[in-house]
C-alpha cells in the first residue's frame, strides 16, 4: 500500500499539546464573546439550516448535504452556500455551467454536477455571501450551509452536527493533538446530533451506550447514520460497472478519511492497492501520470481505478486521458439506522415549513 503526504502519527501529535492549549483558548474566548453578544451574529429572513462538525474533516458532509438536497429540492427552492475549501480564488460566486473545482471548489462543484438547477454558491465570509446569493436568486427559499457550525458570524436557524463512530468529538482534543477545531461544549448548539460511518449492524445497546456518552440536552435528538456504496460508474462517460471480487484495484484517494471505503474495499475485493493523497488534493498531470503508471503495474487482466465522488470533481480536467480507461467512481450515500430516516426528514421539514415567512 502506498501513502504520500502522512500525516502526523498520534504519538507525535501528543508533543504539539501546548499549541493545543494555546488553540483551545482562543477558540474558548472567541465562544464566550459570540456568547456574550460582544461578537454578534447575523440571522436572515429565511430558514437556513448549517450542516457541520467540531473537528476537521470526514465526518460525512458532503453525503449529508446531497441527502438533504435530494429530500428537499422537490418541495422548496433551495441553495447551497459552502465555503469552497482550497479553491483558488476568493470572495463570494455563484456555481455556473462554466465553473470548474479550481474556482469554486471540489465539493461544491460535486453539488452542482449532481443536482441539476441547483443554485450553489461559495464565499468565505457567509454573513456577506448570503446577502450577495439572495440578490442573484431571490426566488430563494431555503439555504443549507455547507461546514459552517464554527462559523458563528451566521446564526442558522436550525444546526446538524455530524460526528464519526471512530472519532466521537468527546473522545477527542484540540487541534494540533487531536482533531478538534471547536469546543466540544459548542455541540450545545446543535438542534440534531448525528453519529455517522456507524458499522451496519450497530446495536440497540450500543447506540443507547453512545447517547449516554454524549449526553444530549433536552431539546436535542441523537440519530445514528451508515454509508450505503451504489454502483461504480466511469468517470467521465457515467457508464456503470458492473462490480467482481477477482477484480484488481487501485484507490486513488485525497480526501480526510478513507477508512470507510477501504474498509469496503476489504470486504469485497480479494484486495487492492492505494494511493493516498492528502485532502483536497488538487491533482497535476505528473499526478495522473504516476497514478497510471501503478496501474499499468498491477498483473490482473481485469484491474481497475477507483476513486471517490469528490476526487473525481478535481480529476475530470484530464477527460481525454480518462475517457477511455476502467477508471471507476464510487458513489455513497447515508443511511439512517433503526428506521429513523423519517424521523430525521420531518424535523427538518417541520422547521422549514413553520419558519414565519415560509407560512
Not at 482533531?179 to 455541540?187: E, F, G, I, T, V
Not at 444530549?216 to 471480487?245: C, D
Not at 480526501?255 to 474495499?265: F, H
Not at 470486504?267 to 499526478?287: P, V
Request: hydrophobic fraction near 40%; glycine fraction near 6%.
Amino acid at each position: 500500500m502506498i501513502h504520500l503526504n502522512y500525516p502526523l502519527l498520534k504519538p507525535v501529535r501528543i508533543l504539539l499539546l501546548p499549541f493545543s492549549l494555546v488553540y483551545g483558548l482562543i477558540i474558548c474566548l472567541r465562544n464566550w464573546m459570540f456568547d456574550r453578544n460582544l461578537l454578534r451574529s447575523s440571522t436572515f429572513n429565511l430558514p437556513v439550516v448549517c450542516i457541520g462538525n467540531l473537528s476537521v474533516g470526514g465526518t460525512g458532509k458532503s453525503p449529508m448535504v446531497e441527502f438533504l438536497i435530494g429530500k428537499l429540492q422537490q418541495s422548496f427552492r433551495i441553495a447551497v452556500l459552502s465555503r469552497g475549501y482550497k479553491r483558488k480564488t476568493r470572495g463570494y460566486a455563484l456555481a455556473t455551467s462554466q465553473s470548474t473545482a479550481l474556482e469554486i471548489g471540489d465539493e461544491p462543484m460535486q453539488f452542482f454536477n449532481k443536482f441539476p438547477g441547483l443554485t450553489v454558491a461559495v464565499g468565505e465570509e457567509r454573513v456577506v455571501a448570503i446577502p450577495q446569493l439572495l440578490h442573484d436568486k431571490p426566488d430563494t427559499q431555503v439555504i443549507i450551509l455547507d461546514d459552517a457550525f464554527q462559523h458563528r458570524w451566521v446564526k442558522a436557524g436550525f444546526n446538524i452536527l455530524l460526528t464519526d463512530y471512530q472519532n466521537l468529538y468527546t473522545r477527542d482534543w484540540f487541534l494540533p493533538t487531536g482533531d478538534l477545531r471547536d469546543q466540544k461544549k459548542s455541540a450545545r448548539r446543535a438542534d440534531i446530533i448525528v453519529v455517522t460511518k456507524c458499522p451496519q449492524d450497530i446495536s440497540l445497546s450500543e447506540k443507547n451506550q453512545l447517547i449516554r456518552e454524549i449526553k444530549p440536552a433536552a431539546n436535542q435528538q441523537i440519530f445514528f447514520s451508515a454509508i450505503s456504496y451504489g454502483t461504480p460508474y466511469q468517470i467521465i462517460t457515467k457508464e456503470p460497472w458492473t462490480s467482481s471480487q477477482s477484480t484488481e484495484v487501485l484507490l486513488v484517494t485525497g480526501i480526510a478519511n478513507p477508512g470507510a471505503l477501504k474498509k469496503y474495499l476489504e470486504e469485497s475485493f480479494n484486495g487492492y492497492d492505494e494511493l493516498a493523497y492528502s485532502d483536497h488534493h488538487i491533482f497535476t498531470i505528473d499526478d495522473l501520470n504516476y497514478i497510471l503508471k501503478k496501474f499499468n503495474q498491477l498483473q490482473s487482466s481485469g484491474k481497475i481505478l477507483l476513486t471517490t465522488e469528490k476526487d473525481a470533481v478535481r480529476l475530470q480536467k484530464f477527460s481525454q486521458q480518462l475517457r477511455d480507461l476502467p477508471f471507476f467512481v464510487m458513489p455513497i450515500r447515508p443511511i439512517f439506522m433503526f428506521s429513523e430516516e423519517n424521523q430525521f426528514t420531518r424535523l427538518i421539514t417541520t422547521f422549514i415549513q413553520d419558519f414565519p415567512d415560509q407560512a
